[in-house]
Antibody
């Protein structure tokens, strides 16, 4: 059974840093592109970042470029999101997601349960 | 960036009725890389439709998708109690991947 479990969300002050983790099981981790997506009541679902199977290719939304870094540890089957210079508008539930197939272009049929990040003083 | 606009914002229907949800893109979505997701409170989104018209694994046939180019539709025939939720369209053909703002299907 495919599972994705996020962790690391918490309350952090503006300007602070946080690292989210997404522990996975049930599939060949190194074969899949993986994504981070966030959701706020006001802005709905927003794609944040993605990384390819061996970690050599990454993409970011403009809103997080230069502040967030996506990475993965294929030995631990775990995806990460390092979040620096956090702002109030980064407050959201963060999900990790996996595609239906290993292809670059694929919708996402496996999602974690989400982890809440709150940026506030 | 491709902007997706969903309508209506809220749909009030009774169980057994038909729901028609619209998703309009600001530019042509290549190869119909358009998906629909269902989300219930406190849960992650669930993939329903991909490639504009293909049902994901395990999705009942009362859910169907259609459309191409910039105009897409999700139809739910004979609404079941478990279908009342928020529905999002998403384009996954070009970065940044974008979602519509959602349509809430609520019980009338």
């Amino acid at each position: 059974e495919v599972q994705l479990v996020e962790s690391g969300g918490t309350l952090v002050q503006p300007g602070g840093s946080l690292r989210l983790s997404c522990a996975t099981s049930g599939f060949t981790f190194s074969s899949y592109w993986l994504h981070w997506v966030r959701q706020t009541p006001g802005k709905g679902l927003v794609w944040v970042s993605r990384i390819n199977g061996d970690g050599s290719s990454t993409n970011y939304a403009d809103s997080v470029k230069g502040r967030f870094t996506i990475s993965r540890d294929n030995a631990k089957n775990t995806l990460y999101l390092q979040m620096n210079s956090l702002r109030a508008e980064d407050t959201a539930v963060y999900y990790c997601a996996r595609g239906v197939t290993v292809a670059t272009i694929t919708p996402w049929n496996y999602w974690g349960q989400g982890t809440l990040v709150t940026v506030s003083s | 960036e491709i902007v997706l606009t969903q309508s209506p914002g809220t749909l009030s229907l009774s169980p057994g009725e038909r729901a028609t949800l619209s998703c309009r893109a600001s530019q042509t979505i290549s190869s119909n890389y358009l998906a629909w997701y269902q989300q219930k409170p406190g849960q992650a989104p669930r993939l329903l439709i991909y490639g504009a018209s293909n049902r994901a694994t395990g999705i009942p046939d009362r859910f169907s998708g259609s459309g191409s180019g910039t105009d897409f539709t999700l139809t739910i025939t004979r609404l079941q109690p478990e279908d009342f939720a928020v529905y999002y369209c998403q384009q996954y053909g070009s970065s940044p991947w974008t979602f519509g703002q959602g349509t809430k299907v609520q019980i009338k």
